[in-house]
């Protein structure tokens, strides 16, 4: 073969190879496993990382469903670490980096409708994730009912209370953040069980952040003002939280099983302490579904499509009333952690039985592998 021939042979294997690349890239623009998006890019910006949801539940679970259902989606991810100046800055960011759609647990619900209004300004529907952002043009809120999950931690308190021969008791509350939108119906939701039932709230706190070492320091001082026997329970908004109070109870040598505690979130560690008897109950929010639900509405809206029926509820944020899906929470105790969370796969067996916890686990029935 001549020189010129071989040439001829090289350019055209280069061309089809050119060729194959271009069909590859067009048939990965077109999205697998479930639907096409064009590559469309998804912000999700989540609030802090002190509750250890978010990063191990939360982001996994939406970033897995959008790969699912558009393969060639990208998911722009971002933690405030409970810096609201920090989300507008990601927020910014991803908008000038193409996001399509952006999903939103705001640090600040207040501060945070600039984020919705800049986001609007570049036609860029917002989804609420968690918490409700006020008085701002949302296009979604995908979450739980907060008045309710007051409601159900105040419950079990009291019942809790109650069997103890507790007639006329007292409680530490510890709240949540207070630019949280759940937060205030936390505490309502709580106190419409507790001050109906006589209760008295001996100290009560709102606390930054969520902060497990502020709710250590805050449970510290209701101790010291209060006495080692002046609470018979506590009113705790979360597992973090709640870590917090029973370290400072344990600092002043108050065995935390003589006290019922409360929580929120199924963390880890908050279901290894109800195994052993230190925390009471927690309240199992279905995250893996409230992620799957809001990657299903973002990737519709960043590729352009009909998203599904899925927001039976609204719920009014100042401004509008939002289209909302509202999920069901669950009360989880040593009783029911093998049917709830193991259950739904939220936690294993084998997370919560490591170590010591082994035999608290084979005696509540739950299975290790």
Request: proline share 5%.
């Amino acid at each position: 073969m001549g020189s010129t021939m071989r040439r001829v042979a090289r350019l055209a294997a280069v061309g089809a190879v050119a060729l194959l690349a271009a069909a590859c890239a067009t048939s990965n623009g077109g999205g697998g496993g479930g639907g096409g998006g064009g590559g469309q890019k998804i912000a999700l910006l989540l609030p802090e990382s002190k509750t250890t949801r978010y990063e191990q539940q939360d982001k996994p679970n939406f970033e897995r469903k959008v790969k699912e259902l558009c393969s060639a989606c990208t998911v722009l991810y971002s933690n405030a670490d409970q810096d609201p100046a920090k989300q507008q800055q990601q927020a910014e960011a991803a908008l000038t980096n193409g996001a399509k759609a952006m999903v939103l647990d705001a640090v600040d619900v207040q501060s945070a409708s600039a984020i919705v209004a800049r986001a609007k300004q570049s036609n860029v529907p917002v989804i609420s994730y968690g918490r409700l952002v006020a008085n701002a043009d949302l296009d979604y809120y995908v979450s739980i009912d907060p008045y309710k999950v007051g409601q159900q931690q105040g419950t079990a308190l009291l019942d809790a209370l109650h069997k103890e021969g507790k007639q006329s008791p007292s409680v530490v509350m510890i709240n949540g953040s207070p630019t949280d939108s759940n937060a205030g119906p936390y505490k309502k939701g709580a106190h419409s069980v507790l001050d109906g039932a006589g209760v008295k709230v001996a100290k009560e706190y709102d606390t930054p952040d969520w902060s497990p070492d502020k709710a250590q320091q805050e449970m510290e001082q209701a101790i010291t003002a209060v006495g080692q026997n002046g609470f018979d329970g506590v009113y705790v908004a979360n597992d973090g939280m709640a870590s917090g109070a029973i370290a400072a109870m344990k600092g002043a040598r108050i065995e935390p099983s003589s006290r019922p505690v409360t929580g929120q979130d199924a963390e880890l560690a908050g279901i290894q302490r109800i195994l052993t008897g230190e925390q009471l109950m927690t309240v199992y929010q279905p995250i893996k579904k409230i992620a799957e639900t809001s990657a299903e509405l973002a990737v519709a809206l960043a590729t352009g499509k009909t998203p599904p029926a899925i927001a039976k509820d609204k719920v009014n944020n100042g401004r509008k009333q939002v289209p909302a899906v509202l999920l069901d929470t669950i009360v989880v105790t040593k009783d029911n952690i093998k049917d709830t969370v193991v259950a739904d796969g939220f936690l294993t067996g084998k997370q919560i039985c490591a170590g010591k916890y082994l035999q608290a686990c084979q005696a509540a029935g739950i299975p290790t592998s």
